[in-house]
């Protein structure tokens, strides 16, 4: 099955209003040389206005997080997704390993945070990935399974249909470290086979992303893998012709 590659940008907290400017012509100027993979830039969310208003046709725009709840309210400094919806996100990032680590987003927050998202029609990105520790100790599958299940018990698997998975490993996010191509598309097709398990059909379609120090000179032998769909791009989506070697990468595997 063929599924179009999507690479996108997590700036996490970087960037102001002529940093970003910067980075969007970048992007604009060779955006038509990536034309069959879909990009996707995730700024910080006071950024989401400008940031879409500038955005170039093909780009989308994702937020990094949302708030679970189901309704606005009080909730202070939270931002629901309504106002998402209403500036432009077609997509957001939920489970992101720094806010599970550092901002105790636990899986079953994380799975709420997914359901109000599609409930609002947004993409939610699920975010997921062992720490070095989990890996080094042989739990690396039993990790993933349980924070997919968290979201797959929750949601169902119908709810893939309109979602995407982002496998990061948590030891290769933004430490230069990249899992190795075997590493990867061992992770990725398990993943894949705990959706085959409830549903082959979309399990075939679901996009599974890639994150974790993903760079130009190891984009292409990552992308080339049999069940990875494009990237979760941190630090290399800053400088507008990194990413854009990112994507060419993609580009060069497109199928399209
Ligand atoms: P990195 O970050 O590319 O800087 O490793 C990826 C991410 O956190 O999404």
């Known amino acids: 099955m063929t599924r179009q590659y999507l690479v996108a940008g997590n700036w996490k907290m970087n960037g102001s209003l002529k940093a970003n400017a910067e980075l969007l012509s970048g992007i604009a100027a060779q955006a038509a040389t990536v034309a069959d993979v879909e990009l996707m830039v995730c700024p910080p969310s006071v ?20 708030s679970e709840q ?3 309210g009080a909730f202070t400094g939270e931002v629901h997704g309504t106002m998402l919806v209403e500036f432009g996100c077609r997509y957001v990032l939920v489970g992101h390993s ?21 409930t609002l029609g947004l993409i939610p990105v699920l975010c997921i990935g062992e720490t070095l520790e989990e890996r080094e100790s042989g739990a690396t599958e039993l990790v993933l399974s349980r924070q997919l299940d968290a979201v797959l018990d929750r949601c169902g698997i119908a709810s893939f249909q309109s979602a995407v998975v982002a496998y990061e490993p948590v030891w290769a996010i933004g430490t230069g ?8 598309q061992a992770a990725h097709a398990f993943l894949r086979g705990l959706l085959a398990g ?59």
Do not use: M, W
């Open 70 to 72: 189901a309704k606005p």
């Open 98 to 118: 720094e806010r599970r680590a550092l901002y105790g987003e636990t899986d079953q927050r994380v799975a709420e945070k997914y359901q109000t998202a599609q």
């Open 177 to 184: 470290k990249t899992a190795s191509r075997e590493q990867a």
């Open 198 to 256: 409830r549903d082959a059909k979309i399990a075939g379609s679901t996009r599974l992303l890639y994150g974790g120090s993903c760079r130009p000179d190891n984009a292409h032998e990552l992308f080339s893998c049999a069940d990875i769909d494009g990237g979760l791009i941190g630090g290399a989506s800053l400088k507008a012709s990194d990413f854009l070697a990112i994507a060419a990468a993609a580009q060069s595997l497109s199928k399209a």
């Open 47 to 66: 950024y989401l206005d400008s940031v879409g208003r500038a955005l170039s046709a093909g780009v989308a725009l994702g937020a990094q997080n949302l």
